[in-house]
């Protein structure tokens, strides 16, 4: 493949059977590296992602099982945030976060103008514009089969359906 992607996932909530849809997703597209912006739940969905360089960051769900997700991401050589994380990859500066309980982090970071790319997650919805030079991104939830690619210069966000039904909350 010409061009490189990086993957952006969120709230899995355990729908290991979409998560596997998305993994095949990211060997087509021979993506690498996957940002995860929270509601993973269970640290066990997380060993699906195994072999791939994983960023996590702490969704409102993922709160009860944060020390399970934290041992896991170490034992699986995953980054984990905590509620936010930030990257640099392809020269581009990324923040991402889950949005809640952290709003006023999520809202800071889009019209700051430090970042290059903004992911965020929670709402379960896509959401791809732009503020100024900021490229802000929502990739749905994989759940309700919704993922997103993003090329290396950010300038094409592919956006994944993961199933032919929608999500019902």
């Not at 993957?7 to 690498?32: M, P, Q, W």
């Not at 041992?71 to 500066?93: M, Q, S, V, Y």
């Not at 809640?100 to 790319?117: F, I, Q, T």
Request: net charge negative; with cysteine; hydrophobic share 35%.
């Amino acid at each position: 493949m010409d061009y490189e992607f990086l993957g952006v996932i969120s709230d899995t909530h355990n729908d290991c059977a979409k998560l596997e849809k998305a993994i095949k997703t990211f060997r087509d597209y021979e993506v690498t590296r996957v940002l995860h912006c929270g509601d993973v739940t269970f640290p066990s969905t997380l060993d699906y992602l195994r072999g791939y360089q994983v960023d996590l960051v702490l969704g409102n769900r993922d709160v009860y099982h944060a020390d399970g997700l934290r041992d896991a991401c170490k034992e699986l050589g995953f980054t984990f945030w905590g509620p936010n994380g930030h990257i640099e990859w392809r020269g581009h500066k990324i923040f991402f976060t889950h949005g809640d309980p952290d709003v006023e982090s999520l809202e800071n970071a889009k019209y700051s103008g430090e970042w290059d790319l903004v992911c965020y997650g929670h709402s379960h919805c896509y959401d791809n514009q732009r503020y100024e030079n900021t490229l802000i991104l929502n990739p749905g939830s994989v759940m309700c089969g919704s993922m997103c690619l993003v090329s290396a210069d950010l300038s094409e966000v592919v956006h994944i359906n993961l199933s032919d039904y929608g999500c019902f909350f």
